[in-house]
């Protein structure tokens, strides 16, 4: 999967912030440049763990195939058990 363009909604963008210490930014980075790892959760969602500058993070979002843009619905720091999953993928 390539993304590229993340949108990321004001609201969103500030949710993910005061509920899990994310910035935009990290996100970003997860996505486009942090060797992300994907999988289909259904209902249109995709999930993805990808490494920001200094944590992995788990994002999910809506993709849309035709213009390559994942619209984030939320983002966290990944578990331990996320991780460890991750890494495996390599």
Do not use: C, W
């Not at 440049?33 to 990808?50: H, N, R």
């Amino acid at each position: 999967m390539i993304v590229k363009v993340v949108k990321i909604e004001p609201s969103t963008a500030i949710k993910i912030f005061e509920k899990h210490n994310v910035l935009q930014e990290e996100v970003h980075d997860a996505l486009k440049e942090g060797s992300p790892k994907f999988k289909k959760v259904g209902g249109g969602q995709y999930v993805a763990i990808g490494l920001s500058s200094n944590r992995h993070i788990t994002i999910y979002f809506s993709y849309d195939e035709k213009t390559k843009e994942a619209e984030v619905t939320t983002a966290y720091p990944s578990s331990k058990k996320q991780v460890k999953s991750y890494k495996k993928a390599k």
